[in-house]
């Protein structure tokens, strides 16, 4: 079984940068395709950024291009998710998910096996 436990969230204006961090415990964090998703009050949960096991492949969100980085760092078992440029429609909870051993990443948050519990994030105009 995979826990996963997201820290550094907060609120921060518009413009302002956060690093999130996802940290797993369990399982073998370095099997594991990665996503970051987010979720606005009365919307759907949404696709951010995901990143292959081996740290290779990451593709993000058409929102989030050009402003939004994950990483992974498999020794510390932990992901990231550097947030540059905030803007206020950037505000959620934001969510890291793992997927089972040695898949590739998705898009699709029905992929994912593992979900963690999630980090406030609120960008002020």
């Known amino acids: 079984q995979v826990q996963l436990v997201e820290s550094g969230g907060g609120l921060v204006q518009a413009g302002d940068s956060l690093r999130l961090s996802c940290a797993a415990s369990?399982?073998?964090?370095?099997?594991?395709?990665m996503g970051w998703f987010r979720q606005a009050p009365g919307k759907e949960r949404e696709f951010v950024a995901a990143i292959s096991w081996s740290g290779t492949i990451t593709f993000s969100a058409d929102s989030v291009k050009g402003r939004f980085t994950i990483s992974r760092d498999n020794a510390k078992k932990t992901v990231y998710l550097q947030m540059n440029s905030l803007k206020p429609e950037d505000t959620a909870v934001y969510y890291c998910?793992?997927?089972?051993?040695?898949?590739?990443?998705?898009?699709?948050?029905?992929?994912?096996?593992?979900w963690g519990q999630g980090t406030q994030v609120t960008v002020s105009s």
């Open positions: 998910a793992a997927t089972a051993t040695y898949t590739s990443p998705s898009s699709a948050k029905d992929w994912y096996h593992y």
């Open positions: 369990g399982g073998t964090f370095s099997r594991y395709a």
